[in-house]
């Protein structure tokens, strides 16, 4: 096969390009310039986009004797990942860019442009196994549980996983993919992994978004609507957070009060008990299959609603044009934005982004 190698800069893509090319395959590595933002150019800067990543690729490249390229996706990235992670946070929700940048970038503009110029897939470094099943290519969990990148990779369609290549999914542990990576003399191999967002070099969300979003005083309020605090911007607050409250009326019991809600319309922070956290019901109407989709109506599967949240069993029901998911135990702390994957055993069914949520513990009257 033609194989376009998606190579950022870490161990993990460039273990997956030298797989690639041991298996015979017609490997083309590329790497992606995502940000233009000043930060993310210069060297030293945090993230997984950065100058010292494009290099550290080209080295790898070099080393398996393949062409490599830098392919500009700055624009693409900052329309349908960064402004996406503008407007979720000021609707008030909390979106993960890292399944926007798969959605969008790496398995849709980076597909397409492979595709047209002739290559049979793009190669990742992403832990998740492919399996050809009876109904077509099926996306499944990586062997090592602690490394597994499903979740991340359930925005993936049947027609994306067609064309994609994960050689690492059947990798017992990465520290076997780091031994490999120095057996084949690449200078990558005990490169540290990046936890960073990309596009925030700093690290410094919360200032990153007061920039972006803008920050304005509003109240903190309890489940009954009286203000216990006040804020410097709700943007700054997500569901399930404890620290940083500055609260200035105390709980009646003196137990610590967690976000419950954000309202960005009235920007205002709901707070409560930790079990009012308790979420009996998640749904949402932006949804996707990872191949064939199931009959329309409820089934059996397990959910996940974080990157490394373990997954619960649950009943989800499809039906005009909503997926909803109730789970056998209620999910601590969902919150809008945040995306749900739905498993059958290994197998990634899909996926949805929640847009509603309903509290297991009922508001006092």
């Given amino acids: 096969m033609r194989i376009l190698a998606a190579m950022s800069g870490g161990v993990d893509s460039a273990v997956a390009a030298a797989r690639?090319?041991?298996?015979?395959?017609?490997?083309v590595g590329v790497h992606l310039a995502l940000s233009r933002a000043g930060g993310t150019l210069r060297a030293g800067s945090r993230g997984c986009c950065t100058i010292e990543d494009a290099m550290d690729a080209r080295r790898a490249a070099d080393r398996l004797g393949i062409p490599f390229y830098v392919w500009d996706f700055s624009e693409r990235f900052r329309d349908d990942v960064i402004d996406d992670f503008i407007s979720e946070y000021r609707?008030?929700?909390?979106p993960n860019p890292c399944m926007r940048c798969n959605e969008k970038i790496k398995f849709a503009a980076l597909l397409e442009r492979a595709l047209e110029l002739g290559f049979d897939a793009v190669c990742t470094g992403h832990y998740a196994t492919l399996i050809d099943g009876p109904d077509g290519r099926e996306l499944h969990r990586a062997s090592d549980a602690a490394k597994d990148q499903s979740y991340v990779l359930g925005v993936l369609t049947a027609d994306q996983l067609a064309h994609t290549?994960?050689?690492?999914?059947?990798?017992?542990?990465?520290?076997?993919?780091?031994?490999?990576?120095?057996?084949?003399?690449?200078?990558?191999?005990?490169?540290?992994?990046?936890?960073?967002?990309?596009f925030i070099p700093d690290g410094d969300t919360r200032g990153w978004l007061a920039d972006k979003v803008g920050a304005e005083q509003g109240p903190i309020v309890d489940r009954a609507g009286a203000?216990?605090?006040?804020?410097?911007?709700?943007?700054?607050?997500?569901?399930?957070?404890?620290?940083?409250?500055?609260?200035?009326?105390?709980?009646p019991d003196g137990k610590p009060r967690f976000v419950l809600e954000v309202r960005p319309v009235s920007n205002t922070v709901v707070v409560g008990p930790k079990e009012a956290l308790a979420t009996s019901e998640i749904s949402g109407s932006r949804y996707t299959w990872a191949g064939r989709a199931p009959e329309p109506g409820e089934f059996a599967c397990h959910v996940q609603i974080r990157a490394h949240a373990d997954p619960v069993p649950a009943r989800a029901m499809w039906a005009d044009g909503t997926l909803s998911v109730v789970?056998?135990?209620?999910?601590?702390?969902v919150a809008p934005g945040q995306t749900?994957?739905?498993y059958d055993g290994t197998r990634v069914i899909g996926q949805f982004t929640i847009d509603r949520t309903v509290s297991a513990v009922p508001v006092p009257a």
Avoid at 20 to 27: N, R
Wanted: net charge negative; proline share 7%.
């Fill in 91 to 94: 609707a008030g929700r909390t």
């Fill in 227 to 251: 203000v216990v605090g006040s804020h410097e911007g709700a943007h700054a607050y997500t569901v399930g957070q404890r620290r940083g409250l500055q609260l200035g009326t105390p709980a």
């Fill in 165 to 198: 290549y994960f050689p690492l999914g059947d990798t017992p542990s990465k520290a076997l993919v780091r031994a490999e990576a120095e057996a084949r003399g690449l200078t990558v191999a005990h490169k540290p992994d990046s936890h960073d967002i990309c």
């Fill in 340 to 342: 749900a994957v739905l």
């Fill in 20 to 27: 690639a090319v041991e298996a015979g395959h017609d490997v």
């Fill in 327 to 333: 789970p056998d135990a209620p999910f601590d702390g």
